[in-house]
């Protein structure tokens, strides 16, 4: 899949897991406790990416909510 960078740019992304019109899942490794500054902040750079693949899908796909 391809994501428009804010500067016009593309990268090539690959969905972990995408449910067409239910939901897609991205997956990270930390190596972090749950209770960590870094945990929350490799959920939330997986929250974003994932984001932005919902976004570059195709409207025929249906977007998940």
């Given at each position: ?34 209770e960590?500054?870094?945990w ?9 990416q994932?984001d ?5 899908l195709?409207?025929?796909?249906g977007?998940p909510?």
């Amino acid at each position: 899949m391809d994501i428009q960078n804010p500067d016009g740019s593309e990268n090539r992304g690959i969905i972990d897991l995408y449910k067409r019109g239910a939901f897609v899942l991205e997956a990270k490794q930390t190596g972090k406790g749950l209770e960590t500054k870094g945990w929350d902040k490799a959920m939330q750079a997986a929250y974003n990416q994932a984001d932005q693949y919902v976004r570059a899908l195709p409207a025929k796909e249906g977007r998940p909510a």
